[in-house]
C-alpha cells in the first residue's frame, strides 16, 4: 500500500511540474481581426513562445504577440525592422535600411507612405500582414522589448489548419538579396 501511495504523489507531483512548466513556457493566443490576414484569421488559436527571446533576441520577420498597453487587448504582428535599422514605406513598398523587402505574406501592397524612421534601441517597428487594415507602426509608434509576450510558433485552430508558422529570414526578404 505505502509503495501504490509513493507512485500516485509522485504521478501527481510529476503532472503538476509539467503543468507548471508548459504554462510559463508557452502560451495561448486568438487572433482578432482582419490585420495579419492572409496568414491568420480572424478566430485562429495560435501558441505563443514566451521564453524564447530568452534564448536570443527577436528576428526580422518574427511573428510576435505583444501588450500594446492600456485595457487593449495583446497584438500580434511581424517584426519589420530591429533597434538602430531605419524603415521607409513608399511606392507600395516596405524599405529597410534602403533595401526593399519582398514580402510574400502580405495581403496587398501599402498604399500609404511613411518618411524614414530609425528604430529606437530596445524597440522593435511591426507591420500587420494586412498592411492597409492594421494599427501598426506605420502610425507612429513601436514596440518595446519588455512589452513582448512571446513568438507566434504553432498555429493550433482550426484543425485543418493546424501546423508550424512558417519563418521569413531578413535574407528571404530584401529583393536585392534575390536578385543577386
Request: zero cysteines.
Amino acid at each position: 500500500m505505502k509503495s501504490f501511495l509513493r507512485e500516485i504523489v509522485i504521478t501527481a507531483v510529476l503532472a503538476l511540474g509539467i503543468f507548471f512548466l508548459i504554462q510559463t513556457t508557452l502560451g495561448s493566443f486568438i487572433v482578432v481581426g482582419i490585420s495579419m490576414e492572409p496568414s491568420f484569421f480572424d478566430g485562429e488559436r495560435l501558441l505563443v513562445n514566451r521564453v524564447v527571446y530568452n534564448l536570443h533576441e527577436p528576428e526580422r520577420g518574427d511573428v510576435i504577440v505583444f501588450d500594446p498597453g492600456g485595457q487593449q487587448p495583446d497584438y500580434i504582428k511581424r517584426i519589420i525592422a530591429l533597434p538602430g535599422d531605419t524603415v521607409e514605406v513608399k511606392d507600395g513598398a516596405v524599405y529597410v535600411n534602403d533595401s526593399k523587402l519582398d514580402e510574400p505574406y502580405i495581403k496587398s501592397s501599402p498604399y500609404y507612405t511613411t518618411e524614414p524612421k530609425t528604430v529606437p534601441a530596445n524597440s522593435y517597428f511591426v507591420l500587420g500582414d494586412n498592411r492597409n487594415n492594421s494599427n501598426d507602426s506605420h502610425n507612429g509608434w513601436v514596440v518595446q522589448s519588455e512589452k513582448i509576450v512571446g513568438k507566434v510558433w504553432l498555429l493550433i485552430w482550426p484543425p485543418g489548419e493546424w501546423g508550424i508558422v512558417p519563418e521569413y529570414s531578413l535574407a528571404e526578404q530584401l529583393v536585392s538579396y534575390v536578385n543577386n
